[in-house]
Nanobody, 120 residues
Framework: QVQLVESGGGLVQAGGSLRLSCAAS??????MGWFRQAPGKERESVAR????????YYAASVKGRFTISRDNAKNTMYLQMNSLKPEDTAVYYC???????????????WGQGTQVTVSS
């Protein structure tokens, strides 16, 4: 019954923007995060956010361009992606964990992944 459903991925030109959503159901979550995996590369952490939304982390490659947020009333997390670059092309995954522990970047639940393609 616990489920993470992503939306908002697609094709965009370099310099454009996309907003990814991750709708959670079945329970509430503490720490949540976004990951991505490009062809031939390892999965990398993009951003994470604490249960209250008060703490955020960004990978250096996206800091200043991406913004993670959450609306706990809707049980939904977002990733606003601006100034997109071709190197941002990847499958993006939503992740969530019941834990409130900020020091960990491990998650019990994952979304199905959504493709983001940035063309030049």
């Amino acid at each position: 019954q616990v489920q993470l459903v992503e939306s908002g991925g697609g094709l965009v030109q370099a310099g454009g923007s996309l907003r990814l959503s991750c709708a959670a159901s079945g329970r509430t979550f503490g720490r949540m995060g976004w990951f991505r995996q490009a062809p031939g590369k390892e999965r990398e952490s993009v951003a994470r956010i604490s249960g209250s939304g008060g703490l955020t982390y960004y990978a250096a490659s996206v800091k200043g361009r991406f913004t993670i947020s959450r609306d706990n009333a809707k049980n939904t997390m977002y990733l606003q992606m601006n100034s997109l670059k071709p190197e941002d092309t990847a499958v993006y995954y939503c992740a969530a964990d019941p834990s409130l522990r900020w020091e960990s970047d491990e998650y019990d639940y994952w979304g199905q992944g959504t493709q983001v393609t940035v063309s030049s």
